[in-house]
C-alpha cells in the first residue's frame, strides 16, 4: 500500500495534539464512591512524611538508577534484591502489589490504546517522558478519551521496584512503560508515540509559529532574546501568544514557578494551538514538508495499517468536538510528598486513579 504522508501526518498529529481541544474538564461520576485519600507515607518511627511550606523540588534524574529495594507491605510475599520483568498480555493476574488495584478486563471491541510520550532527549544524554497522556480511541461510537499523567507519580516500575512514571520508558523502553501501566492502573497500552523537544519546535517553526490563547500568566527564568535584565520571561493573561518553536518549548516546560499540574495545562493550550495550525489550509498543503520533520523525530510501534482504522474517528471528532472526553490526575488524586530518600514526588491513590482510566477505556 502507497503510503500518504498527509493521512499519516494527519493521523499522527491528531493522536498528540486532540487532547488539547478547549472542552471544559470531564469529571468523572466515580468520585462518591472512591475513598477520600489514599494511605500516605509514612517514616520507620510512623510519622507521616509530608512536604515542608519551604521545600524545593529535587530534580528527577536523566536516567533512572536501581534504587536500594525496599520492603513491601506485609500482606506481600519478600522480593529479591534484583525483581526480574514479566510481560504479561492484557487483562491477566498481576502480582500483589500492596494495593488494592487489579488488572482491567479484555478491552472492548473497536477500542485502541495509544500511550502519547514526550521526551526530553538530548543528544548524547539520557531522557525522561514528561508529557503522558493515554489516548483511548473507540472505533465503535467514534469518540476519543483521554488521561494525562503527572510525570512525579511515585509508582511501581516493574524490574526497578519504585521511581517516578516518567523514569520507565528510559528504564526499558516501551515494554517497560506498558507493564508500569498495566500494573499500577490495569490497563495496558498497545501502542505508543513519542516525540523529542527538537521535533517539538521543529514542527512549530515549519509552520511559521502558533498563536496560542493564554489563560494563566507566567513568569520563569528563560533563554530567550526577550528575557529580562534578570533572565527572565513574562506572559500576561488572559492573551492570544504568538510563539515560535523556542517559546513555545520554554512556555510549556517551565516548571520553578508553577506547578506539575500547570504543565499539564499550559501543554494543552499550545497543543491546541498546533492543532489548529495543522488543521489550516496552508498546514494541509503543507503536509508532506512536515510530515518529512515528523518522521525523524517520532518514535512509534504504530504501522499504517494500525492508523488508517482511526481515520474515520479523526474525521468525526474534528466535525463534532464533544465526541472528545479528557480526563486527568489531579491534586485530588495525587499528593505531594518527600520519599525518605528527599526526592520531591507525588503519592498517588491508586484506586482514585485507576477508576478514572477505567472510566475513559471501559465507558
Known amino acids: 500500500m502507497k503510503r ?7 493521523l499522527l498529529c491528531f493522536s498528540l495534539s486532540v487532547q488539547a481541544c478547549s472542552l471544559p474538564l470531564f469529571q468523572p461520576s466515580v468520585q462518591a464512591a472512591l475513598p477520600a485519600a489514599a494511605e500516605l507515607p509514612v517514616n520507620r518511627d510512623g510519622q507521616l512524611i509530608t512536604v515542608a511550606p519551604d521545600a524545593s523540588a529535587t530534580p528527577t534524574p536523566f536516567r533512572p538508577v536501581p534504587p536500594t529495594p525496599t520492603p513491601v507491605p506485609t500482606n506481600t510475599p519478600t522480593p529479591t534484591l534484583t525483581p526480574t520483568l514479566e510481560i504479561r498480555a492484557p487483562g491477566a493476574e498481576m502480582p500483589s502489589t500492596g ?5 482491567g478486563g479484555p478491552l472492548p471491541d473497536g477500542v ?13 544524554g539520557g531522557f525522561r517522558t514528561d508529557v503522558i ?49 498495566e500494573y499500577n492502573f490495569g490497563v495496558r497500552p498497545t501502542y505508543y508515540v513519542m516525540t523529542n523537544m527538537q521535533g517539538f519546535t521543529g514542527i512549530i517553526d515549519s509552520l511559521n509559529g502558533i498563536n496560542v490563547k493564554v489563560r494563566q500568566s507566567l513568569r520563569d527564568k528563560c533563554d530567550l532574546p526577550w528575557a529580562d535584565a534578570h533572565g527572565y520571561c513574562s506572559i500576561e ?3 492570544t501568544v504568538p510563539m515560535d518553536g523556542q517559546t513555545a518549548l520554554w512556555y510549556v516546560r517551565s516548571r520553578y514557578s ?4 500547570d504543565r499539564l495545562r499550559r501543554s494543552q493550550e499550545v497543543l491546541q494551538a498546533i492543532f489548529n ?43 463534532d468536538p464533544s465526541r472528545i472526553r479528557r480526563f486527568t ?9 518527600i520519599t525518605p530518600e528527599g526526592a520531591w514526588v507525588l503519592w498517588p491513590n491508586l484506586d482514585a486513579i485507576k477508576a478514572i482510566v477505567y472510566q475513559a477505556v471501559y465507558r
Not at 500518504?4 to 494527519?10: D, K, M, R, T
Not at 519504585?162 to 520508558?169: C, G, K, S, W
Request: aromatic share 10%.
Open 112 to 124: 485502541v490504546n495509544i500511550l502519547v510520550l514526550g521526551s526530553d532527549a538530548r543528544p548524547g
Open 133 to 181: 497522556v493515554l489516548v483511548s480511541i473507540n472505533r465503535n461510537n467514534g469518540t476519543v478519551s483521554l488521561v494525562s499523567f503527572p510525570r512525579d507519580l511515585y509508582v511501581t516500575i516493574p524490574g526497578w521496584m519504585t521511581n517516578r512514571i516518567n523514569t520507565a520508558q528510559a528504564a526499558g523502553g516501551f515494554a517497560t512503560m506498558a507493564s508500569t501501566f
Open 329 to 337: 490526575i489531579t491534586p485530588a488524586e495525587a499528593y505531594p510528598f
Open 99 to 103: 494495593y488494592a488495584v487489579q488488572p
Open 4 to 10: 500518504n504522508p498527509g493521512i499519516i501526518l494527519f
Open 258 to 261: 508553577s506547578s506539575d499540574f
Open 277 to 319: 495550525r495543522l488543521i489550516s489550509i496552508d498546514g494541509i498543503r503543507r503536509a508532506p514538508e512536515i510530515y518529512e520533520i515528523y518522521r525523524r523525530s517520532v518514535e512509534t510501534n504504530l504501522t499504517l495499517d494500525a492508523l488508517l482504522p482511526l481515520a474515520s474517528v479523526a474525521q468525526q471528532v474534528m466535525e
Open 237 to 239: 493573561a488572559p492573551a
